[in-house]
């Protein structure tokens, strides 16, 4: 069980539209619809974006959006804005009751 | 609203044995699934492992020979006994529930627990 590969950094401009990819394998990722999205400030609790690849809680703007091809999960937010500025981990069920992480990626709004 | 907190020491010696309780407020453990995951300094999160209210648990592989999480439901906390502490087990540590399906609706906010003589 390898963690999922994630870019360390991201960045972009306010109103600007950003995607973070997750890739895993097809023991993970591609193997079911159940990648979930954490927004995390540090010291806080992190917060749930998007789960089952695409399916927005209520509460997060629409903004956020989430897609899955093949082994590669991706979160595209849209119209960045400076409350954004974040860490966002992907996760994934990886089968018999496990799950799996990524490493994380740091959004910064310039 | 459900709120999850954790408590337990913030130093461990090598060698020895953690435990945490993750105390939960503003719901009940009852037909749920509740989680442990950590965050190693400058790393990813890693799943530890699951129980549910009626004490049935998995735990991730890398970790199971030394994990065990419990649950009492009379004081809706859980906890976690993770042994053989070294260096690397350095995280903060996360009580988090699942949502009806696999993902993680609530979190706490973390305890840093660092080994350390």
């Known amino acids: 069980q390898s963690a999922l590969t994630q870019p360390r950094s991201v960045s972009g401009s306010p109103g600007q539209s950003v995607t973070i990819s997750c890739t895993g394998t097809?023991?993970?990722?591609?193997?079911?619809?159940?990648v979930s999205w954490y927004q995390h400030h540090p010291g806080k609790a992190p917060k749930l974006m998007i789960y089952d690849v695409t399916k927005r809680p209520s509460g997060v703007p629409d903004r956020f959006s989430g897609s899955k091809s093949g082994n590669t999960a991706s979160l595209t937010i849209s119209g960045l804005q400076a409350e954004d500025e974040a860490d966002y981990y992907c996760?994934?069920?990886?089968?018999?009751?496990?799950?799996?992480f990524g490493g994380g990626t740091k959004l910064t709004v310039l | 609203q459900v709120q999850l907190q954790e408590s337990g020491p913030g130093l461990v010696k090598p060698s020895e044995t953690l435990s945490l309780t993750c105390t939960v407020s503003g719901g009940s453990l009852n037909s749920y699934y509740w989680s442990w995951i950590r965050q190693p300094p400058g790393k990813g999160l890693e799943w530890i492992g699951y129980?549910?209210?009626?004490?049935?648990?998995n735990y991730n592989p890398s970790l199971k020979s030394r994990v065990t999480i419990s649950v009492d439901t009379s004081k809706n906390q859980f906890s976690l006994k993770l042994s053989s502490m070294t260096a690397a087990d350095t995280a903060v540590y996360y009580c988090?529930?699942?949502?009806?399906?696999?993902?993680?609706?609530?979190w706490g906010q973390g305890t840093l627990v660092t080994v350390s003589s």
């Open positions: 988090a529930r699942h949502a009806s399906g696999y993902y993680f609706e609530y």
């Open positions: 129980i549910y209210y009626t004490g049935s648990t």
């Open positions: 097809s023991s993970d990722v591609g193997g079911y619809n159940y």
């Open positions: 996760c994934s069920y990886a089968g018999s009751y496990t799950w799996v």
